[in-house]
Nanobody, 126 residues
Framework: QVQLVESGGGLVQPGGSLRLSCAAS????????IGWFRQAPGKEREAFSC????????YYADFVKGRFTVSRDNAQGTVYLQLNSLKPEDTAVYHC???????????????????WGQGTQVTVSS
């Protein structure tokens, strides 16, 4: 059974940081891409950070470059998302997703994944 479990969301002030985790199990990660998506109220879901599990290559949407960093821990089967310099407009439910046999670039460009986590709320507010 494929399972993705996000954690680490919460309330943070503008300019603050959070670290999200996505623990993956139940499938072979070696050929998969893991992506981070977010959806704010009234807005469409968007992918913004994706990583190839096999070689760690990453893809970022322009609006997060320099602020967000995605990484993976092979031993733990976990993907991390470091969120820095957070803005109120970053407020959203953040999901991780996994797709086998796609690249990180393609996954982010398609804004879609095969397996999904339940999401974690990130709220940026003073």
């Amino acid at each position: 059974q494929v399972q993705l479990v996000e954690s680490g969301g919460g309330l943070v002030q503008p300019g603050g940081s959070l670290r999200l985790s996505c623990a993956a199990s139940g499938f072979t990660l070696g050929s998969a891409a893991i992506g981070w998506f977010r959806q704010a109220p009234g807005k469409e879901r968007e992918a913004f950070s994706c990583i190839n599990w096999s070689d760690g290559s990453t893809y970022y949407a322009d609006f997060v470059k320099g602020r967000f960093t995605v990484s993976r821990d092979n031993a733990q089967g976990t993907v991390y998302l470091q969120l820095n310099s957070l803005k109120p407009e970053d407020t959203a439910v953040y999901h991780c997703a996994a797709s086998p046999f796609v690249t990180s670039r393609l996954m982010c460009m398609l804004h879609n994944g095969r397996y999904w986590g339940q999401g974690t709320q990130v709220t940026v507010s003073s």
